[in-house]
Nanobody, 123 residues
């Protein structure tokens, strides 16, 4: 069974940094797009950043220049380096990945989510 597990959330002061990690496990053949989403209290979940297998990235405007998404294909793990954090970055951060996995003698595709990690920016 494929799983995604986030880590690295916590409480940090404005201007600080955090690095989130998302580790995937299971009978994974390959991972296409990996992405980070966030959901602040009372708001809808939004896409923060994503990265293709080839390393092409996209960011929401509000984090451009502050956040960096990266991936380690050998470890099936991806990261979100967050710098110059602001109170408005406070949210639960979720990782998401499009994964091709082995099922018996076949390969299947699925979209998977982690359970989220809380990031709180406050003085």
């Amino acid at each position: 069974q494929v799983r995604l597990v986030e880590s690295g959330g916590g409480l940090v002061q404005p201007g600080g940094s955090l690095r989130l990690s998302c580790a995937s496990s299971g009978s994974i053949s390959s991972i296409d797009v990996m992405g980070w989403y966030r959901q602040a209290p009372g708001k809808e979940r939004e896409s923060v950043a994503d990265i293709t297998r080839n390393g092409n990235t996209n960011y929401v405007d509000s984090v451009k220049g502050r956040f960096t998404i990266s991936r380690d294909n050998a470890k099936n793990t991806f990261y979100l380096q967050m710098n110059s954090l602001k109170p408005e970055d406070t949210a639960v951060y979720y990782c998401n990945a499009n994964i091709r996995y082995k099922y018996r003698w076949d390969l299947r595709d699925g979209d998977y989510w982690g359970k989220g990690t809380l990031v709180t920016i406050s003085s």
